[in-house]
């Protein structure tokens, strides 16, 4: 199923068809597809070329997958648990550098990521609701390194069945506000 964007203005293709589904196939994305996304992170651009991104990548059935998926609430891990893969997106921070912009920086390199994948014929869906603490504690992580968001990646399923209320809003219209909503004057 493909949810294409109603755009005013003529844009990338992958902006255009990329949407968050929470229907993911139990089809393995092959390991390659998943380096070409992490290359398409690595030249996401930040300040000073800090680079301040370092992900955590797990394949479903090992337990890495399940230290991520144990980190989230039941209402992210009944549907996430499907995905083929699961990236955690972390900021890292030396000790004694200071980078105002390190989250801007790490949400860039994982919109290189997501347009990437669906450059790929693959489904993302980013995922806030989990346990940070949890998670870095799971996977021995020191202060310099915050897990920030966790992305699913794998193939759409249409047949995947969902909750109602999750199928509800699966099936929804996309929407946006419009540019003139967005600009401040």
Known sequence: MLKPAITDQTIL????NRWSSKRFS???VDPDLINQILEAARWAPSSRNGQPWRFIVAERQN???QKIIDSMPESNSNWAQRASNLLVANVYRPEGQ???TAEYDVGQSVAYMVLQATNLGLSTHQIGGFDREALA????LDATVAPLVVIAIGY????TALPEHLMKREMAARARHPIKDL???
């Open 13 to 16: 293709d992958e902006i255009i």
């Open 98 to 100: 200071d980078n105002p």
């Open 156 to 159: 759409f399923d249409e047949n």
């Open 183 to 185: 600009i401040v004057e």
């Open 137 to 140: 504690s799971k996977f021995e």
């Open 26 to 28: 139990e089809k393995t």
């Open 63 to 65: 337990e890495a997958f």
